[in-house]
């Protein structure tokens, strides 16, 4: 395993390159909450991956100096409907409320940073043993549509 080693000093950890027995080159960081993380760079080239270290480095330290906010997901739904109500019909806006509200009974009011497809598998699970499948399917969409307008 070759190894090359970069410092991160937004964050002062230490973040580094490992080239894996399959040729591939493996970026190595610590996240958000401490955690050791591994990325594929996808590159076979030392050159490549340097470079998408720089870039990884770069989009690092933007986001740490502009940080997105971290709400509630009711907080997030107030702003969500706040916005889009000009935009969509009264009975949109009423299903997208309920579609907010099912997913906080369920599974508690999260911060949307924390969802992701597990928890989104267990809401809808548990959400068809109560309603029928276009129900589900219904609050499926409003949520996606609700999470695509949280990453912007």
Request: aromatic share 14%; glycine share 4%; net charge positive.
């Amino acid at each position: 395993m070759v190894t090359t080693t970069a410092t991160n000093t937004a964050a002062e950890d230490p973040t580094f390159l490992s080239k894996r027995a399959n040729g591939y080159w493996y970026l190595w960081y610590t996240d958000e909450s401490g955690r050791r993380v591994k990325r594929s760079t996808k590159c076979k080239n030392k050159t490549d991956a340097l470079g998408y270290l720089t870039r990884f480095k770069m989009e690092f330290d933007e986001e740490r100096k502009h940080p997105k906010k971290n709400v509630s997901f009711s907080t997030f739904v107030e702003a969500f409907m706040s916005f889009f109500a000009g935009v969509h019909r009264p009975s949109t806006q009423k299903h997208f409320q309920t579609a907010s509200r099912e997913f906080v009974r369920l599974l508690g009011n999260r911060k949307p940073r924390e969802i992701d497809s597990r928890y989104l598998e267990h809401i809808l699970t548990q959400k068809q043993d109560e309603a029928s499948k276009w129900t589900v399917g219904k609050n499926f969409f409003a949520l996606a549509s609700m999470f695509e307008k949280a990453k912007e």
